[in-house]
């Protein structure tokens, strides 16, 4: 299976999560399996039902994180000697051509992916626009409603 790219920060949080899983929420749901066995009748106990399902679910999550990390090619990009070139991990700041609107943008894993704390993932469009692009570049992304084009305005390796 090919690497999937992942800041240390993303592969952190994934490390913390899984962590939380195996050692409070795994504990947690086994007790509350144990509970809902000693009230008898199996076939018509709600919380020994929902106390599987939950255990279905967190087992679940916990081999999609192993997973995900065991193909991460983590990317620390503050290793990597700063440039004005667009790479996976930058924080990218553009200036909309047609308004001048300026965001800001961190490059990121598709897990990482968050738009509303300014994180897209390295598969959307506009990042596939500005990678391998420098400051001062202008790019055309692609977008349902038309082309629209953004100058990079500069490239941080925060």
């Known amino acids: 299976m090919n690497r999937v790219p992942m800041t240390v920060e993303g592969a952190e949080a994934l490390r913390t999560e899984l962590e939380r899983l195996k050692k409070v929420e795994r504990p947690a749901v086994v007790q509350a399996i144990a509970e809902a066995r000693e009230h008898g009748d199996l076939k018509e ?8 399902e ?18 991460a090619q983590v990317i620390d990009v503050k290793a990597i000697e700063p440039s004005d ?11 909309h051509m047609d308004d001048d609107q300026e965001v800001t943008y961190k490059i990121v894993g598709d897990d990482e992916a968050d738009v509303k704390n300014h994180k897209i993932s390295v598969n959307s469009p506009i990042a596939r626009a500005l990678i391998g692009k ?13 082309a629209v084009e953004y100058e ?4 941080e390796h925060l």
């Open 45 to 52: 106990n709600a919380e020994y039902h929902a106390a599987r």
């Open 54 to 71: 939950k255990q279905g679910f967190i087992e679940g999550r916990i081999q999609e994180i192993e997973s995900k990390l065991s193909h």
């Open 85 to 95: 070139k667009v790479i996976f991990g930058t924080t990218v700041t553009i200036i």
């Open 134 to 146: 420098e400051v001062g570049d202008v790019v055309v992304v692609h977008t349902p409603s038309g």
């Open 152 to 155: 990079i305005d500069s490239v």
